[in-house]
């Protein structure tokens, strides 16, 4: 909203200058005599007459300059080349060394939080156990166990 009340002032200062100026202008244009009239227009005449010259001027100077810079890239059309491929070149190991760095952070970083965070303990599955406690565990005939470890000794005392 105080952006609005700034334009709106601002807006109002400019249209209460123009219209001072113009006032101004028309009591002294009847107050004055017919010779301060014509050099008054002589005058302001001589000044848009400057005005003009020098916007001609600056203009035909900045198409001289905008000629000059292309026919410099003209002329070392492969040094603004090489310079392009220099740039781009720059810009790609920047990407690269960011990148680097934000990897390198990252490393350095995950230790130190895995280090911090408690161990979480994984809560089973309620499906699972049930299926654990329906299925009746297999019976293991120790001496079978025995005779296998008793063959494997021998094998390897050979």
Not at 27 to 56: F, G, H, I, M, P
Not at 117 to 139: C, F, G, L, Q, S
């Amino acid at each position: 909203m105080d952006l609005k009340k700034a334009t709106d002032e601002l807006t109002t200062k400019a249209v209460f200058a123009a219209a001072k100026d113009k006032a101004e202008r028309a009591l002294e244009d009847a107050l004055s005599t017919d010779e301060e009239r014509a050099t008054r227009k002589a005058v302001e005449e001589a000044a848009a007459k400057k005005k003009r010259t020098k916007l001609l001027v600056m203009g035909a100077v900045g198409l001289l300059l905008v000629l000059g810079a292309i026919g410099l890239v003209i002329h070392y059309w492969h040094w603004f080349l090489l310079a392009g491929l220099l740039g781009a070149a720059a810009l790609y190991a920047r990407h690269r060394w960011q990148k680097s760095r934000a990897e390198r952070k990252v490393r350095v970083e995950a230790p130190a939080k895995a280090a911090s965070e408690e161990p979480r303990v994984a809560k089973p599955v309620p499906r699972v156990e049930a299926a654990r406690k329906a299925t009746p565990a297999p019976a293991v005939d120790e001496a079978s166990v025995e005779e296998e470890l008793a063959a494997l000794k021998a094998k390897l005392d050979k």
